[in-house]
């Protein structure tokens, strides 16, 4: 198994802010939902609202999983520790695939 202290990121700078900004984005489409259920407002807009948070929610995690896969699996197979690390990697698409 994969000692949690060994793993690390491979993310640059920019591509922290990046997602950093995104989420923020997400975190205020989220406010933005929570104002209109305080005003009353049409179910099927505040519907729409969430359907695009999921979606920006979901690329921020396909980003992810593509930055892990080409970076940390990459490296864990070219240390030797890659049935491990695929081990890994297969139960977070199946976690990611559940939402």
């Known amino acids: 198994m ?3 202290l060994d793993k690390f990121t491979h ?3 920019e591509d922290k802010e990046v997602l950093v900004k995104r989420l923020k984005r997400i975190e ?5 939902i929570q104002k209109m259920i305080e005003e009353d407002r049409y179910c099927v807009d505040i ?3 969430i359907s695009a948070i999921n979606a920006a929610m979901k690329k921020v995690g396909f980003e992810l999983l593509e ?3 080409q970076h940390c699996v990459a490296d864990a197979i070219n240390s030797g520790k ?3 690390s695929i081990e890994e990697l297969m139960k977070v698409f199946q976690q990611f695939s559940k939402s």
């Open 2 to 4: 994969i000692n949690q």
């Open 11 to 13: 993310r640059c700078g």
């Open 28 to 32: 205020g489409q989220v406010r933005g």
């Open 47 to 49: 519907l729409v609202q």
């Open 67 to 69: 930055d892990h896969t």
């Open 82 to 84: 890659g049935q491990e």
